[in-house]
T-cell receptor, first 121, second 115 residues
Framework: GAVVSQHPSRVICKSGTSVKIECRSLDFQATTMFWYRQFPKQSLMLMATSNEGSKATYEQGVEKDKFLINHASLTLSTLTVTSAHPEDSSFYIC?????????????????FGSGTQLSVL | AQSVTQLDSQVPVFEEAPVELRCNYSSSVSVYLFWYVQYPNQGLQLLLKYLSGSTLVKGINGFEAEFNKSQTSFHLRKPSVHISDTAEYFCAVSDRGSSASKIIFGSGTRLSIRP
């Protein structure tokens, strides 16, 4: 099946620094990628939808200046947590949509990265 | 708006025993339902999905789930688990006709298999 690679798998940083997380689709072109965040014992929450060549669409309550998303190519989307603080510590997961125009009932499928555990000290 | 509840955050089971992972959802419209599995150090993978038709859905690795509209449930079952089934399992729901961006996930259930 299709593979999505996410790096790094774990990162520890000091408060105030920025952290970049990469999400790559390895064997298909992903015009649409998604970024999620999961706090302990809570649901995976969609943060933003990343579209190749255009601005990301952020969910309500997610600060776009805090979580910068760049989707400059058909196989790579990056999430940068700027000026990270301890409350940003969380598990971040990306996914790439294969055949996004066809809908979940037909051929659209989501392929997920393995996640990034961010710890801000 | 939809929501998904997975009541059990952890389920320990002995190898070869049956298992049921519970999932309840709420929605004012008709939905699609999904179960995803995340093995250690891997991304989420689709186990099975319910779109329409038969309420009993069979997925990969011997798992099945039953859609119960009256109880708004979509519980996942396996008659005999193996050590390799150790993973985190996520139930998810979306509106019919939605794109993947509208999938709502539960908080996950960690299945641990004891030898």
């Amino acid at each position: 099946g299709a593979v999505v690679s996410q790096h790094p798998s774990r990162v520890i940083c000091k408060s105030g620094t920025s952290v970049k997380i990469e999400c790559r689709s390895l064997d298909f072109q992903a015009t649409t990628m998604f970024w999620y965040r999961q706090f302990p014992k809570q649901s995976l929450m969609l943060m933003a939808t990343s579209n190749e060549g255009s601005k990301a669409t952020y969910e309500q309550g997610v600060e776009k200046d805090k979580f910068l998303i760049n989707h400059a190519s058909l196989t790579l989307s990056t999430l940068t947590v700027t000026s990270a603080h301890p409350e940003d510590s969380s598990f971040y997961i990306c996914s790439a949509s294969h055949l996004p125009g066809q809908g979940l009932a037909t051929n659209e499928k989501l392929f997920f990265g393995s996640g990034t555990q961010l710890s801000v000290l | 708006a939809q929501s998904v509840t997975q009541l059990d955050s952890q389920v320990p089971v002995f190898e070869e025993a049956p298992v049921e992972l519970r999932c309840n959802y709420s929605s004012s419209v008709s939905v699609y339902l999904f179960w995803y599995v995340q093995y250690p150090n891997q991304g989420l993978q689709l186990l099975l999905k319910y779109l329409s038709g038969s309420t009993l859905v069979k997925g990969i690795n011997g798992f099945e789930a039953e859609f119960n509209k009256s109880q708004t449930s979509f519980h996942l079952r396996k008659p005999s688990v193996h050590i390799s089934d150790t993973a985190e399992y996520f139930c998810a729901v979306s509106d019919r006709g939605s794109s993947a961006s509208k999938i709502i996930f539960g908080s996950g259930t960690r299945l641990s298999i004891r030898p």
